[in-house]
């Protein structure tokens, strides 16, 4: 099946009914391959896409990302010292000033830990706001076209945004303790970074809107936690309704991540101007349940994803996962991209997929044209 066409008919309403089966296995493959644990001997030596292919069903290719390259301004020198105990220290000078960060591998992930983070004082943030104020964006075709012949049969190629505002400041720059302090005591060197950062993001949607991707993701792990709506309102909403804007003008289809608890924000699904949300995780694992999260999304966006994670691992029977999987598909078809709320984990049994695999084929033959 080429599931790069499904994927692009299915968002832009071509796919006379039929849906997508999308789920992200890419946390158990690398976990998998991280801790050196065998892979079920059918996908062994198989690569994750081959994987995706033997499962018969379709990849989010984020991948598609990479062709989209950040540009430090040329004055800006950043090295990187590994000491024997894995610690990392990352410095970055600029002519606005010095930023360091300092991270931790793990014999446990492959993801180090961050023992301090870039920003932690007011001039970091104004240093981190100069860099956003002077960086570019370029368009790399060669990886493009690489990708595109390597795996393009997969899905739809797509991008993660990077994050807007408030989700920038906790995730990626100073996290959510000292970020929340940050809005307190430094409002306008906030605000300075805030704004410098939607005009580099501005720069890259012009590049977005001129590329063959027209799948648009802001990657924003969206959690009431903290995120209430109070800040939703002030920071996230006007910001990404500005950006949905700029991308809806190229005809692009533009929807964001949501996986964390989200029930005090979703009354505010339909004034985002985004088509759809991805990863709204239903109870038991979240804090939200299906018919609450159609009632937001109404019948004109997009559920991307649905099925809670757990429901891949033995602790729940296969019944629950394919009644939940078919009360999904009876409540969001044909506005659903099926995946897997976010993605299987390390422990998931990674055969229950061929289950939903069975379901959507089943449903998406009532629309197979017959030809005499």
Known sequence: MNFAKLNSDAVFGRSDGKILWQPRIICWYHDKIFSGEPLPEKYAGLSIYDIYRKLGCSARLYEFGE?????????????FQENPDGKITHTIETPAGCQTEILQKSKTSQWPKHLKREVETEKELETAAW????CSWKWNGEKYNKLIEEIGDLGAPA?????????????????IENGIFAMQDWPETVDRY???????????IELINDSPVNLVNFGENIHSDSLPPYLFEKYHLPACRRRCDKLHSAGKFVY?????NCRPLLKYARQTGLDGIEAITPTPQGDVTLEEIKEALGDDMYLIDGI?????????SEKTL?????????LFAPKLILGISDEISSTGDIERINLITDIVNSYNSQFETVNF
Not at 131 to 134: A, F, G, I, L, S
Not at 194 to 204: I, K, Q, V
Request: net charge negative.
């Open 67 to 79: 062709c989209f390259e950040r540009q430090e301004d040329y004055r800006v020198q950043q090295t």
């Open 131 to 134: 860099r956003e104020e002077n």
């Open 159 to 175: 991008v993660i945004m990077p994050r807007m505002n408030i989700q920038s400041l906790y995730l990626e720059k100073m996290g």
């Open 194 to 204: 805030f704004n410098a950062l939607e005009e580099s993001h501005s720069r890259l």
């Open 256 to 260: 964001s991540h949501w996986d964390g």
């Open 308 to 316: 809670p994670a757990v429901f891949f691992d033995e602790t729940y």
């Open 322 to 330: 394919t009644d939940c999987t078919e009360r999904i598909i009876e």
